[in-house]
């Protein structure tokens, strides 16, 4: 069993960043494809971002390209998501997910799920 937990979120302006994370216990998560997706309200849980096991390999939403940046560091068992350039429409709870095999975007691909963490950026 993987137990994935996410830090980070807050309140911020527009334009601001903000770096979440997600800290993975049970298993060293170095083994495992990490993910980040969100849920803004009354809408479905979509992709951002994914990186897998190396790190070597990353995967972006559209919306999320050129302003966010994943990594991970597994001495840690942690996994950042780095957002620039916060747009209102990036209000969301961020969940961090991981599976077993290489990259993908949907997320009932992924097993394992975190709590999130709240994202509100004002305008």
């Known amino acids: 069993q993987v137990q994935l937990k996410e830090s980070g979120g807050g309140l911020v302006q527009a334009g601001a960043s903000l770096r979440i994370s997600c800290a993975a216990s049970?298993?060293?998560?170095?083994?495992?494809?990490m993910g980040w997706f969100r849920q803004a309200p009354g809408k479905e849980r979509e992709f951002v971002a994914t990186?897998?096991?190396?790190?070597?390999?990353?995967g972006f939403a559209d919306s999320v390209k050129g302003r966010f940046t994943i990594s991970r560091d597994n001495t840690k068992n942690t996994v950042y998501l780095q957002m620039n350039s916060l747009k209102p429409e990036d209000t969301a709870v961020y969940y961090c997910?991981?599976?077993?095999?290489?990259?993908?975007?949907?997320?009932?691909?992924?097993?394992?799920w975190g709590q999130g963490t709240q994202v509100t950026v004002s305008s």
């Open positions: 049970g298993r060293p998560s170095s083994s495992l494809t």
């Open positions: 990186i897998n096991w190396s790190g070597d390999s990353t």
């Open positions: 997910a991981a599976r077993q095999q290489g990259i993908v975007a949907p997320p009932s691909f992924y097993t394992y």
